[in-house]
């Protein structure tokens, strides 16, 4: 049975009178710095000058070169691309690292493929929040929080546990739940989860649905509502109710499609793909082949991203997307 600690678990005066880099203020960096914040936690931002520090400093808060940030951390977290963490991590952060502070991850992946090795000295926990940064600080201020996983890689103080469920309270994420577990854990069935399920295996279900019916004839707004927009009405009633609450709310005519026909769409076929998927995640292939792709300067994403912006679903989207006038008055996630 999985160990899940809520708010009862964690005291935020671990973090009193301590100053928190959270390095990089992209998805993540901009969520865990403003729920941080207004949990009255102290907070600098590490970065390099461009849009994010533009950004940072517009949200108020006090921006630093890496290197300044660090020197002033006793909690380092780095919220930089998973990409790019090794070498920075390098040049602007070991040289700088306190002894007796900490260095945060939100995901396993430098830790666990060996790309970043800390000293002894400093504790490396792992604060990996189970949803996208926007949500992050979307749902923090809405009152609640999105779950993460607490791993502790390294514990110099003999704090470490402790210092990370306070960071967890302070993200929002103890109001939904905590889970304790390992790098190895959250690296691998992370990179699954996003590969395998949450974004290329809906991404390409939403497609291929949407191709099919194009294809056929139907028209293309049609298809884009049936097979896109009504995938979060959808999820949301599986994120309030799981798979019963969904069955519930639909029809018995969808609910008896779903067991006859769901199973034939994504099938055993699909489910030996999924075990290759993550066969390649625990063996490191996945992450060898995507630091080779950095270090070629990313031919292969930059074709297929180009690529998926042109789909037809895309164009169809955007136009559909810009009648909805309640867009317009909610703070959206534009890329
Ligand atoms: N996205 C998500 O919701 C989730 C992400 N994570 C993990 O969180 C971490 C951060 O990911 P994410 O939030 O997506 O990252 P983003 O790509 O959204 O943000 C990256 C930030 O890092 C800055 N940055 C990039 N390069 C440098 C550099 N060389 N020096 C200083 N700052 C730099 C960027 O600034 P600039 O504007 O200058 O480029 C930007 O502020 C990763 O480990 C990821 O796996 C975990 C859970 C979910
Ligand atoms: C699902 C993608 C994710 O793992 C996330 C938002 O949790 C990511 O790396 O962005
Ligand atoms: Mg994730
Ligand atoms: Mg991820």
């Given at each position: 049975m999985a160990k899940v600690f809520y708010g009862s678990d964690a005291d935020l005066g671990h973090l009193k009178e301590k100053t928190v880099a959270v390095v990089g203020y992209g998805s993540q960096g901009h969520a865990q710095a403003q729920n941080l914040r207004d949990s009255g936690v102290h907070v600098v931002i590490g970065l390099r000058k461009g849009r994010s520090w533009e950004q940072a400093e517009q949200d108020g808060f006090e921006v630093l070169p890496v290197d300044e940030a660090v020197k002033q951390a006793d909690v380092v977290q780095l919220l930089m691309p998973d990409e790019v963490q090794a070498q920075v991590y390098k040049n602007q952060v070991a040289p700088h690292l306190k002894p007796g502070s900490a260095l945060f991850f939100s995901h396993g992946f430098n830790i666990h493929f060996g790309q970043i090795d800390p000293p002894e000295d400093v504790d490396v926990v792992l604060i990996a929040p189970k949803g996208p940064g926007h949500l992050v600080r979307r749902v923090y201020v809405e009152g609640f929080g999105v779950p993460a996983l607490i791993a502790v890689h390294q514990d110099a103080s003999g704090k470490a546990r402790a210092l990370g469920l306070a960071y967890a309270e302070g993200i929002g994420a103890t109001r939904a739940g905590v889970i304790e577990t390992s790098f190895k854990e959250e690296t691998e069935t992370d990179l699954f989860g996003e590969q395998a399920v949450l974004c290329g295996g809906v991404s390409q279900l939403v497609k291929n649905g949407f191709e099919t019916l194009t294809e056929a004839g139907y028209q293309p707004e049609i298809a884009y509502f049936e097979c896109l927009h009504e995938l979060k009405l959808i999820v949301d009633l599986m994120y309030e109710g799981g798979l019963a609450g969904m069955r519930y709310s639909i029809s018995d005519t969808a609910e008896y499609g779903d067991y006859v026909s769901g199973k034939r769409v994504v099938g055993d076929a699909s489910r030996e793909a999924m075990k290759e998927v993550l066969r390649e995640i625990q063996d490191g292939t996945f992450a060898k082949r995507w630091i080779r792709e950095n270090e070629e300067g990313r031919p292969e994403f930059n074709r297929i991203a180009e690529a998926e912006k042109a789909h037809q679903i895309e164009q169809v989207g955007g136009k559909l997307r810009k009648?909805?006038?309640?867009l317009d008055e909610k703070e959206t996630v534009k890329p």
């Open positions: 009648t909805f006038s309640w």
